[in-house]
């Protein structure tokens, strides 16, 4: 990965308390060293067996920009960003092929035979018993990855927007997989903010936080 060379990066639990959803952004570039970083930093995600399920499309033509917008409502982030990060996610990456997870790991000696001979039976079985869900359990690896990408962005200098206001069926047409099972998990434009914006806050803890069981409010 290469280092961080131009900015001071701020440090985790400072990106997540800066960062906010920026909805209008100048049309400045992001460089494209910076770009690289920004993209390995999001697929160092961890995922569900490690299978990396999402297929992740870096918008950055004008008509397709154009096009994108049009899908998401008119948002206009989508226009201003240099780019938008679309996260679909593949139910059926886990049916696939999987030599390339088993023999990278197997080079980092991260895995080793036994785990790789455990996971030629544990994955395609998981697979098999999630039915329906495997829609669902993709859509999970490429929002982790998602959440990755916003708070690297943040954290080197960028701003983004996760973004839930979009067609399905026509952003798939607009990234070119309009007959494939891919599932848009969500869109991320990434650029330079415009305009700041303030934290809307967030309730108290003892609304959503519990100890235990529901209903025990956790009292910090
Ligand atoms: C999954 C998700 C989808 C969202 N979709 C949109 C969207 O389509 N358009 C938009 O302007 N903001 C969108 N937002 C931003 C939220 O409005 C914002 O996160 C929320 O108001 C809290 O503000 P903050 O992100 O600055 O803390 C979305 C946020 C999330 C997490």
Known sequence: MSPITQ??????PSAIVQRRSIKTFKTDPIAPDLLKQLVE?????????????????????EAQ???????SWNQKQIIEAPVTFVFAANPH???QDLTPIYEQALKTGAWNEGTVNYFKNAIPQF?????DKRREYAI??????????????ESLGLSTC????????????????EDSDLAIAVLVPVGYAAEPRLNPG??????????DKIGNPYQA
Do not use: C
């Open 7 to 12: 900015i001071q990066a701020l440090d985790v």
């Open 162 to 177: 996760f973004m839930n206001g979009w067609i399905e069926e026509q952003v798939k047409a607009v990234i070119g997989a």
């Open 65 to 71: 920009k154009a096009a994108l917008s049009a899908a």
């Open 93 to 95: 990456a886990g049916e």
């Open 140 to 153: 999970k690896d490429a929002i982790i990855a998602s959440t990755h990408l916003v708070l690297a962005a």
């Open 41 to 61: 930093l999001t697929v160092a995600a961890p995922s569900s067996f490690n299978i990396q399920s999402w297929q992740i499309v870096l918008v950055q033509d």
């Open 202 to 211: 967030r309730l108290p803890l003892s609304y959503n936080v519990s100890v």
């Open 127 to 131: 697979q098999a018993g999630l039915g």
